[in-house]
């Protein structure tokens, strides 16, 4: 896996979802009561920015077609069948660094 520093966001304790970069992927950026979760940035169900979302119940919402998806897990509502890919967090004094696995880190199973 990967770490990447994501510049000019501190961890809060301050609610947030912000759109940034971090190794070629646009990721969602969330704080949520009291947490920082990564999570892909496009709706699986209809391609929208769920950076322009919200967030309720440790989910984050489409603003499209209100298609929720765990922050921590990234599984899709009930009857959706879909998901968004997650990413690990780590918080480094005042800096937060998401980290991304390679494709062969996925098949082998690394961490």
Same mark, same amino acid.
């Given at each position: 896996?990967?770490?990447? !520093?994501?510049? $000019?966001?501190?961890?809060?304790?301050?609610?947030?979802?912000?759109?940034? !970069?971090?190794?070629? !992927?646009?990721?969602?950026?969330?704080?949520?009561?009291?947490?920082?979760?990564?999570?892909?940035?496009?709706?699986?169900?209809?391609?929208? $920015?769920?950076?322009?979302?919200?967030?309720?119940?440790?989910?984050?919402?489409?603003?499209?077609?209100?298609?929720?998806?765990?922050?921590?897990?990234?599984?899709?509502?009930?009857?959706?069948? $879909?998901?968004?890919?997650?990413?690990?967090?780590?918080?480094?004094?005042?800096?937060?660094?998401?980290?991304?696995?390679?494709?062969? $880190?996925?098949?082998?199973?690394?961490?």
């Amino acid at each position: 896996m990967k770490w990447y !520093k994501i510049p $000019d966001v501190e961890p809060t304790k301050e609610p947030f979802i912000k759109k940034v !970069k971090a190794g070629g !992927k646009n990721i969602c950026l969330v704080g949520y009561e009291g947490k920082i979760y990564a999570m892909a940035s496009s709706c699986p169900h209809a391609g929208y $920015d769920l950076s322009e979302g919200l967030c309720a119940k440790g989910k984050i919402v489409c603003p499209y077609h209100r298609y929720t998806y765990e922050l921590a897990t990234g599984k899709g509502g009930e009857g959706q069948n $879909d998901f968004l890919e997650t990413y690990a967090i780590d918080i480094r004094g005042e800096e937060i660094y998401v980290g991304i696995k390679s494709f062969w $880190d996925k098949v082998l199973g690394r961490k």
